[in-house]
């Protein structure tokens, strides 16, 4: 099945500085790559998701890029703020995995004032 | 729009009891929910994709009479812990799609935190 892969697991960081986080995935097969926020005890929330026909999009302060010959996508956050810090996950989805989001294991971002 | 609501959020009960956690789609209908069980400062893993209507696919390592799955409907889900023990304390979490042959966002209920005493 797909395997993801996380790095780093933890992840501290100065207010306003730039905050990268990466995986790689096994599946060539997987076509969505979502990114998700957890804070302690809440629900996943999606901030930002990249479908396998595009290379990189953006949205705000918050970006992703999908190297699919590689098979391995990243999450770049830029000017940071201290209300950045939480968990973040990232996920493959694909036809070979019943369309059921395999995570990675997740990076505890902590950003400074 | 598309939101996942999951009842009880909080249970606290004594071993051997069994627990049924609710899973409902409220403005879509959900052709497949996925159930997922998160240990602290674990990632989540996934534990069985439920399609409205068929038997449950479970994760290996899953056992199915423990924790059983019913998809009555396009709108609800659930999930129930037979004689639970200590060691099924966990979040844990449903999640929704709409349409399997699209990449679809998947939607996220609240979780459920199972306290087993």
């Known amino acids: 099945g797909e395997n993801v892969e996380q790095h780093p697991s933890t992840l501290s960081v100065q207010e306003g500085d730039s905050a990268v986080i990466k995986c790689t995935y096994s599946?060539?097969?997987?076509?969505?790559f979502p990114w998700y926020k957890q804070e302690l005890g809440k629900r996943p929330q999606l901030i930002i998701d990249?479908?396998?026909?595009?290379g990189e999009k953006k949205d705000q302060r918050i970006a992703v890029t999908l190297n699919k010959t590689a098979k391995h996508f990243s999450l770049h956050i830029t000017e940071t703020q201290p209300e950045d810090s939480a968990v973040y996950f990232c996920a493959a989805r694909g036809p070979n995995s019943g369309y059921a989001l395999n995570f990675g294991k997740g990076t505890s971002l902590l950003v400074t004032p | 729009g598309a939101v996942v609501s999951q009842h009880p959020s909080w249970v606290i009960c004594k071993s051997g009891t069994s627990v049924k956690i609710e899973c409902r789609s409220l403005?879509?209908?959900?052709?497949?929910m996925f159930w997922y069980r998160q240990f602290p400062k674990q990632s989540l893993m996934l534990m069985a994709t439920?399609?409205?209507?068929?038997?449950?696919?479970?994760e290996q390592g899953v056992e199915k009479d423990k924790f059983l799955i019913n998809h009555a409907s396009l709108t609800l889900s659930t999930l129930t812990v037979t004689s639970a023990h200590p060691e099924d304390s966990s979040f844990y979490i449903c999640?929704?799609?709409?349409?399997?042959?699209?990449?679809?966002?998947?939607?996220f209920g609240d979780g459920t935190r199972l306290s087993i005493l």
């Open positions: 999640s929704a799609i709409t349409d399997r042959g699209v990449a679809q966002p998947q939607h």
């Open positions: 439920s399609n409205e209507g068929s038997k449950a696919t479970y």
């Open positions: 403005d879509f209908q959900a052709t497949t």
């Open positions: 599946d060539s097969a997987s076509n969505y």
């Open positions: 990249i479908r396998s026909n595009v």
